[in-house]
Every structure is written in structure tokens, then in C-alpha cells.
């Protein structure tokens, strides 16, 4: 049995969301249900068997061994992985909340007011939405900066 972390779960939904491929489709190769997919993909990793997770990391080219051990047991305490939503990475877009810091001003992305449905354009100002981090590629989480790499989502 291969003891995977949510966030695999969650890096293989994103690349196959990514390469436009429905769950449905996806399962019909790997030899697996679309519903079992879905659960899969939800974050239980034990609803399906290793030989169907080694053919999803193949196709999707993800390790299924975890780089850096120690820095994902942090961020799974502190980040909520939501995952779904974009932001709009467009400073005057009414959908960024500004706030200062110590004199410095930072903008806070509200995912829901700039992409309500999982779009792919901004409701309020209509930029092209992120998926992900713009600096590097990490999964979206709520805030102002990304505590993957530590940049802020919307650059002032
Ligand atoms: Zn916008
Ligand atoms: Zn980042």
C-alpha cells in the first residue's frame, strides 16, 4: 500500500485539470471508476490501489516520493489548500482588498469576489485569472502571500 498525503492527491487533480481531462476519462484509462477517482482526488488515497496510483503519477509525471517531508507536515497544519478558485492578479481590481503593514501596502486576493464559480476570467475587471502561485506554482491557499515561497499573490 503507497502512503500518500492529501496534497498528492490534491498535485494530481491539478494535472489532470491542468492537461483538460474529465475525471471520467482519466479513471477509463487507468482502469479505475470515475467515483473512486473523485474520492481519490478529495483526499482519501485509499480509494484506490497502488497499481492504479503508479499509472496516475506516470501519466501526469508526479514522484510519488515526497521531496521535502518536513516542510509539507508544516504547511498542512497552517495552509488550507482550497485549490479551486483563481485570483486576479490585477493590483486596481476591486476584488483585492488593500491593508497596510508597517507603513507597506499589501494587497489580500478575495478569491470568491474575483472568481465566484471556478472560472477562468475575473467577474469584476475581467484579467485572466491565476490557478496558481505566479512565483512558483504552489496551489492557492487564502491570504496575501503565498507561504509557499513567501511573495505576495498580487504585486504592488
Ligand atoms: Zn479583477
Ligand atoms: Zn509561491
Redesign the pocket.
Known amino acids: 500500500m503507497i502512503n500518500l498525503r492529501k496534497e498528492k492527491c490534491l498535485e494530481i487533480k491539478l494535472a489532470r485539470r491542468e492537461a483538460g481531462l474529465s475525471q471520467s476519462e482519466v479513471a477509463a484509462e487507468v482502469g479505475c471508476k470515475q467515483s473512486a477517482l473523485s474520492m481519490f482526488e478529495a483526499g482519501d488515497p485509499t480509494k484506490l490501489n497502488d497499481e492504479v496510483v503508479e499509472k496516475l503519477a506516470r501519466k501526469f509525471n508526479i514522484s510519488l516520493e515526497d521531496p521535502s517531508p518536513v516542510k509539507t507536515e508544516n504547511l498542512s497544519k497552517e495552509v488550507v489548500i482550497t485549490g479551486e478558485k483563481g485570483f486576479?492578479p490585477?493590483p486596481d481590481?476591486?476584488?483585492?482588498r488593500r491593508y497596510q503593514v508597517g507603513g507597506q501596502l499589501f494587497l489580500e486576493p478575495d478569491r470568491s469576489v474575483?472568481d465566484p464559480v471556478g472560472g477562468k476570467f475575473?467577474v469584476?475587471?475581467?484579467?485572466v485569472l491565476e490557478k496558481r502561485c505566479p512565483n512558483c506554482g504552489a496551489p492557492l491557499h487564502d491570504g496575501a502571500v503565498c507561504s509557499f515561497c513567501g511573495k505576495s499573490y498580487v504585486a504592488v
Do not use: L, R
Not at 481590481?93 to 483585492?96: G, K
Not at 469584476?124 to 484579467?127: A, D
Open positions: 486576479c490585477n481590481c476591486p476584488s483585492n474575483a475575473c469584476k475587471c475581467g484579467e
